[in-house]
C-alpha cells in the first residue's frame, strides 16, 4: 500500500490517469507548502535586515551598492554546483541543509550585532554564503514538486508556492522586520533563525517519495564523480530544440526586463514625484500583481492552454513597459507595473511547469541550475546597461526593454504557442522519452 505522496508521484510520471482537477494537491505538498511559507518567512527578514544592517555600518554607496552584488553574485558561482548536489542526496537532506545552515548565519549576525563585532566585510561573507545554500534550496523545492504532484496539477502546485512567497515576502517580511528592526536588530534576526528552525523540520517531515532517489535507482547506473556532471544540465537542454529555444527566450525576456527596471526608484522619486514614504507602498502594486497573477494562471491554462497563455504573457509583459515610459503618470505606470508582474509570474510558473515535466527526474537539480545560472547570471549585466541608458533619460530604458521584450514575443509568438501542457509532455522516463526536435 503506497502513502499520498507515493500515489501522487505516479501520477506525476504519467504512469496513471489524472484526477479530477479539482482534487486537493495532497498532504505530501501541503508538508512542502508550509516549509516554503516558513523558509520565505526567513528569506524575506533577510532580504530586509540586510540593507538595514549596511547603513548602520557604513554610508559608502560603493560598499551599501556591495550588498546587491554578493547576493546575486551565488546565482552565478553556485546554482550549477547545488544541482549537482540536490541531484546526488536526499532532496529533503538537502532543503534541511540549505535552511540549518541559513538558520546558523543568523544566529551568528545576533552574536556579532550583539558583541558589536559586526563589519560590512563580515556582513558580506554572510550574504554571499546565505545566497549560496539559498540555490540549494530554491532548486530542491523546484525539483521535489514535481515527486509529490501529478502533472496535471503542476501549473496549480507551482502557483500556491509562488504566491505563498508573494504574500509572505512582500506583505509579511517587509513591514514586520522593519517594525521589530527599530526595537531591536536581535529580534528579526532571532525570528529569522526560528523561522528557517521551523523550514528544515517540516522538510525532513517528507516523506520518502520527495528523496529523489527512485530516479536514481530508475537509472540502474553507477554514479558518475560529481565534478565530471557540470555540464550535464547543458546537455539536456542542448538536445531539445524546444528547450534551448524557450531557454534563450527567457533569458533574453529576463536581460529585457532587468535593463528596463534598472532605475525605476529613481524614475519613481524623479518624473514621477513619488515621496520617498510612499515607495515601499506603490512597489506593493507588483506584488498585487504578482498574486493575482499566479491565481489566475491554472484557469487561463486551462481555458486557453499553456502555449497561447505563455505568448500573451510575454507580449503583455513587454507591452506595459513600454507604457510606462511614454506615459509617465503614477496611476498609470502602477497599473501597468502590476499588470507586467502579474503576466511574468504567468510566464514563469508555465515554464517553471513545463520543464518539471519534461526533465527526467535525476536531473533537475543540474538542469534547473544550468537554466539560472543564465538566466539570471544576465540580469546583472541588463541592469547595468539600463544604468548607462537611464543616465540619459529615465523613462528611455522602459522604452528600449520594453520594446525589445515585446519584439521578442512578436518574434516567437509562434513558436511560444505551441508549446504543450505540462500533462502532455511524454514520461522523459518512458519509453516516449523526449528526443531532440526536429
Keep these: 500500500m ?5 500515489a501522487a508521484a505516479t501520477d506525476a510520471r504519467g504512469d496513471r490517469s489524472p484526477a479530477p482537477a479539482k482534487r486537493g494537491l495532497g498532504p505530501a505538498f501541503t508538508n512542502l507548502f508550509a516549509a516554503s511559507i516558513a523558509s520565505n518567512l526567513g528569506d524575506g527578514i533577510a532580504r530586509t535586515a540586510m540593507p538595514l544592517l549596511a547603513a548602520r555600518l557604513t554610508d559608502d554607496p560603493l560598499l551599501i551598492s556591495g550588498i546587491a552584488a554578493m547576493a546575486m553574485l551565488p546565482w552565478l558561482l553556485c546554482a550549477i554546483p547545488a544541482g549537482i548536489l540536490i541531484d546526488r542526496i536526499d532532496r529533503r537532506k538537502a532543503l534541511a541543509l540549505a535552511d540549518t545552515v541559513r538558520m546558523l548565519l543568523a544566529v551568528a549576525l545576533c552574536v556579532l550585532s550583539a558583541t558589536n563585532g559586526l563589519t560590512i566585510w563580515w556582513l558580506y561573507l554572510v550574504i554571499f554564503v546565505y545566497g549560496a545554500f539559498e540555490t540549494v534550496y530554491d532548486g530542491a523545492t523546484r525539483a ?3 515527486s509529490i504532484v501529478a502533472r496535471v496539477d503542476l501549473p496549480r502546485a507551482n502557483s500556491r508556492i509562488e504566491a505563498g512567497e508573494l504574500v509572505v515576502q512582500s506583505f509579511l517580511s517587509g513591514p ?3 517594525l521589530l528592526f527599530a526595537v531591536s536588530v536581535l529580534i528579526p534576526l532571532g525570528v529569522n533563525a526560528l523561522a528557517f528552525l521551523g523550514a528544515a523540520a517540516l522538510a525532513l517531515l517528507l516523506p520518502k517519495v520527495a528523496s529523489g532517489r527512485q530516479h536514481a535507482a530508475l537509472l540502474d547506473t553507477p554514479q558518475v564523480a560529481w565534478y565530471l556532471q557540470f555540464v550535464d544540465g547543458y546537455r539536456f537542454i542542448v538536445k531539445s530544440r524546444m528547450l534551448v529555444t524557450l531557454w534563450l527566450v527567457s533569458t533574453a525576456g529576463g536581460l529585457a526586463f532587468s535593463f528596463a527596471t534598472a532605475s525605476f526608484v529613481l524614475f519613481l522619486l524623479g518624473p514621477l514625484r513619488v515621496p520617498e ?4 507602498v506603490f512597489m506593493l502594486s507588483g506584488a498585487v500583481g504578482g498574486i493575482v497573477g499566479s491565481v489566475l494562471t491554472a484557469p487561463l491554462k486551462n481555458r486557453l492552454n499553456a502555449g497561447p497563455t505563455m505568448a500573451l504573457m510575454l507580449l503583455l509583459s513587454g507591452s506595459t513597459l513600454i507604457l510606462v515610459g511614454v506615459w509617465p503618470n503614477v496611476w498609470v505606470v502602477g497599473v501597468a507595473f502590476a ?5 511574468i509570474t504567468v510566464w514563469n510558473i508555465l515554464v517553471m511547469s513545463l520543464r518539471q515535466s519534461i526533465i527526467p527526474g535525476h536531473l533537475l537539480g543540474r538542469v534547473h541550475g544550468t537554466w539560472r545560472t543564465l538566466l539570471w547570471g544576465a540580469m546583472p549585466l541588463g541592469s547595468l546597461l539600463g544604468g548607462f541608458v537611464g543616465r540619459v533619460d529615465l523613462a528611455l530604458p522602459f522604452i528600449i526593454g520594453g520594446g525589445v521584450a515585446t519584439l521578442l514575443a512578436v518574434a516567437f509568438f509562434r513558436f511560444i504557442t505551441s ?6 509532455v511524454p514520461d522523459p522516463m518512458g519509453p516516449a522519452a523526449l528526443v531532440p526536435l526536429g
Design 277 to 280: 514614504a510612499a515607495f515601499g
Design 2 to 6: 503506497t502513502g499520498p505522496g507515493e
Design 176 to 178: 514586520l522586520t522593519s
Design 144 to 146: 521535489v514538486v514535481p
Design 419 to 424: 508549446l504543450p501542457n505540462a500533462e502532455d
Design 339 to 343: 499588470l507586467s508582474s502579474g503576466s
